[in-house]
């Protein structure tokens, strides 16, 4: 677990990480080779470029502002500032501004997110790449001042369809200077948000040919980025962690879960290495079983920015072996529904509101409003899992204690908070509130997506109607009870309850 100083000892990456890196190399020498290549047109569609520059002259700097994408290699945020630089013979510098508060972000994600940016400081150093961390809203850390300060001819930012960045970049937008070149590179999506389509989706069978229509295109190989040729204008100043810990205004009573998911690229590529070569062989089998681990476990890298979702399909294509049938799944979850998720959010301002779904959903939610429901929970109970149903307490426990909830259980749990609320928005803001607390790949589209499909028939279609659900698809125990061993389940987690409970006493009891 991190010391909490950012001055953890990095370890020598695994074997997955060389493995890696010579396939950069055979890919292409470095991103200006690429452009060059058949695959070039492709990073080229990725930018968008929001403001031209009047006055990009060289040997000033190209700046990366690094906002989702909190990784080096395989990203083609990173990858087009370097070309840009390299073909102004420009210095290369990187920034990540940390806002002491985000969302329902507790310590459990920022311990993350800051554990896995010394390893960022690290790779960034050894390839000559200036690294700046800022404590503040990058509004106001990315000042006109700041940015003349570093010579900023160009600066390059990457891709999130949700409020919060979108409204930071409007802002920096607005505020930079008429000389300086701002570009948008989606470096999430293996197919660019805004070629994929250019409206709010219907449901995954709406988006599903758009976007495999242009995967040829677009899952290509990545080069590396290589060792910046001319170095950045000032001398680098170690980044201080310990200030900006010092400084967070979240809950630091939800820990961090470094046992279970450890911080970082390297721990995040380790474990697709163990996905693929032991659990995707069961995955199209097995993933809708709480009991097995075959799932990736991948969402908390992928959605700190720390593991390309791009480089995870590439690789789970090449070394998956013969099993063509948990390969097409993983493609459909890790392309299809997340690219899905993204797409939402960006056309609907809604998307954490009951606004936000179809109006079938709307007006059955609100006919049935006022029914009775057998049970009503509050915050405090659901949060400490003190429900009627073991199953769903159960499931709280994974979701505290490991960061993570299975996700098929996922989908129960959201919609056992309908069944016990006193109504659909209340349901939405609780589930909402409670997975991005407690689940570290929370604060996401695909969270937002699944919460709302669960709750208010996003991407879904009618169901029977029913009481307090309406035409909202439906879920209950027994029918969990068919398709896995819920006391298997139960047990697992009750255990480790009491497990938690003893120590608490032994340790009382000193
Ligand atoms: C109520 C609810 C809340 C959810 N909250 C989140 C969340 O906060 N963050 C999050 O990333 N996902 C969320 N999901 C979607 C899904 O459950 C998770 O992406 C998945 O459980 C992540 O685990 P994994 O990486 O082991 O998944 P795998 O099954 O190994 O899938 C690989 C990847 O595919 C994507 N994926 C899988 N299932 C979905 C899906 N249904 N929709 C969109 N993308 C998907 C994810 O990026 C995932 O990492 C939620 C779903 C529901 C029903």
């Not at 080779?33 to 058949?38: N, Q, T, V």
């Amino acid at each position: 677990m991190s010391d909490m100083s950012g001055t953890k000892k990095l370890k020598r990456g695994p074997e997955i990480c060389d493995q890696l890196a010579s396939q950069r190399l055979a890919c292409s020498p470095s991103v200006t080779e690429f452009l060059a290549s058949k695959h070039g047109a492709s990073l080229k569609q990725r930018v968008k470029v929001l403001s031209e520059g009047s006055e990009v002259k060289a040997g000033g700097t190209v700046l990366y502002w690094m906002c989702r994408d909190k990784r080096v290699q395989d990203n083609w945020a990173l990858l087009h500032a370097q070309a840009a630089a390299l073909e102004q013979g420009a210095g290369l510098e990187v920034v990540v501004c940390v806002p002491p508060s985000l969302g329902e972000m507790t310590l459990r994600h920022y311990s993350f997110l800051l554990d896995g940016l010394v390893e960022v400081e690290e790779e960034l150093a050894s390839l000559d790449i200036g690294f700046h961390l800022l404590a503040g809203d990058p509004p106001t850390c990315l000042s006109t001042s700041f940015l003349a300060s570093l010579g900023v001819t160009t600066l390059v930012t990457d891709f999130s369809p949700l409020r919060q960045p979108r409204a930071w970049l409007a802002s920096i937008q607005q505020a930079l200077l008429s000389s300086m070149a701002l570009h948008q590179v989606d470096a999430h999506n293996v197919v660019p948000h805004w070629v994929t389509t250019d409206k709010q989706e219907y449901a995954a069978r709406t988006i599903r040919p758009k976007i495999m229509n242009k995967l040829p295109m677009y899952l290509t190989p990545f080069p590396p980025v290589i060792k910046h040729p001319m170095p950045p204008k000032n001398p680098p100043i170690p980044a201080d962690f310990a200030t900006v810990y010092k400084g967070l205004e979240v809950d630091r009573s939800v820990r961090p879960v470094d046992e279970h998911f450890q911080p970082g690229t390297r721990a995040g590529l380790a474990n697709l290495q163990s996905f693929v070569s032991s659990r995707l062989r069961s995955y199209s089998a097995d993933r809708n079983n709480p009991n097995k681990a075959v799932l990736s476990n991948m969402s908390p890298w992928v959605n700190h920015g720390q593991v390309s979702m791009q480089r995870a399909a590439l690789y789970v294509k090449a070394e998956g072996g013969n099993h063509p049938d948990s390969k097409a799944g993983f493609i459909e979850e890790a392309i299809v529904r997340k690219e899905l998720s993204d797409n939402f959010c960006f056309h609907n301002p809604h998307y954490d509101s009951l606004l936000g779904a179809s109006d079938w959903a709307q007006k059955t939610l609100k006919e049935h409003k006022e029914d009775q429901r057998e049970y009503l929970y509050t915050r405090e109970q659901l949060e400490a899992g003190e429900t009627h149903d073991d199953l769903w307490n159960a499931a709280q426990t994974q979701l505290v204690e490991e960061g993570k909830l299975h996700g098929f259980l996922r989908m129960y749990w959201a919609k056992k908070i309908l069944e016990w609320t006193a109504s659909p928005e209340e349901a939405l803001q609780e589930a909402l509130r409670l997975n991005d607390r407690l689940a570290l790949d929370g604060n996401d589209p695909n969270g937002f997506v699944g919460v709302m499909w669960s709750i208010a028939g996003l991407h879904d279609q009618g169901w029977a109607e029913r009481k307090v659900f309406g035409k909202i698809r439906y879920m209950n125990y027994a029918g969990c009870r068919r398709k896995f061993d819920v006391d298997q389940f139960v047990l697992k987690y009750k255990n480790m309850n009491t497990a938690k409970a003893k120590g608490t006493e032994t340790k009382g009891s000193k």
